[in-house]
């Protein structure tokens, strides 16, 4: 898939390295072309001059072809700016941005955009959100046969019932993750669109459960 990246720090240019080794299309943008040195020899990628939240420089970096949006750049106010513009205005539904500021983090998780804050924790964990695959292990027992894991579920659950879903997973929800926060459910709570379903279970059944997650429902229950 293609991606827009802003910002060639040190934390942008690392996810376009990784990007574009896992077959993606890249684009970068940055404000200064000296950061641009920062991207290997060898990178593929547009590289954009500009400021990351002009609708131009997005749309010359392919913004309305782009699954993800990335906000990277030094500043909390240009990354939540562009971060906004690529959602509300070219519909980009996968955006991340990075915020130093803890508590206007908070914030903005509570507005539905996925932020996350520090080189190396912020790309994998960009990676992560940006490019789902499956199960996503966050805690294992000592003897690694119990684990806590992030599954991806499919659209069609939304308006469904978290016991309609461990019915059919054969498992027990651990808690939901909803805008920004955790929420530990009963059977009667509903999944809403931007849940992250956890699920604590034994490892062999782990593939299992994502497999049952990632298939929509037979029926949901109202």
């Known amino acids: ?30 404000q ?3 950061a641009f040195r920062r991207l290997r020899g060898g990178f593929k990628g547009r590289r954009i001059t500009g400021f990351g939240f002009d609708r131009d420089v997005l749309v010359e970096a392919g913004i309305e072809q782009a699954s993800a949006f990335v906000a990277v750049s030094s500043g909390d106010n240009s990354n939540i700016i562009s971060a906004r513009v690529a959602r509300e205005t070219f519909g980009v539904e996968n955006v991340v941005a990075r915020i130093y500021d803890p508590r206007r983090a908070e ?37 690694g ?7 991806q579920t499919d659209p069609k659950w939304i308006g469904a019932k978290v016991s309609a879903l461990e019915e059919a997973a054969k498992t027990r929800v651990a808690y939901l993750s909803r805008m920004g926060e955790a929420l530990v459910p009963t059977g009667d709570t509903v999944i809403q669109d931007g849940d992250v379903v956890h699920v604590m279970a034994a ?5 299992r459960i994502n497999d049952a997650v990632s298939q929509r429902p037979e029926e949901k229950v109202e």
């Not at 046969?145 to 599954?151: R, S, T």
């Open 1 to 30: 898939m293609h991606i827009v990246i802003m910002g060639c720090g040190r934390v942008g240019s690392t996810l376009a390295h990784i990007l574009e080794d896992k077959g993606h299309t890249v684009a970068i943008i940055d």
């Open 32 to 34: 200064s072309p000296e």
């Open 107 to 143: 914030v903005y998780q509570r507005l539905g955009i996925p932020t996350v804050a520090t080189v190396r924790w912020t790309a994998d964990q960009m990676i992560r959100r940006l490019l789902p695959e499956g199960v996503s292990s966050l805690w294992r027992d000592p003897t």
């Open 145 to 151: 046969e119990v684990v806590l894991a992030e599954v």
């Open 203 to 207: 490892s062999s059944d782990i593939q």
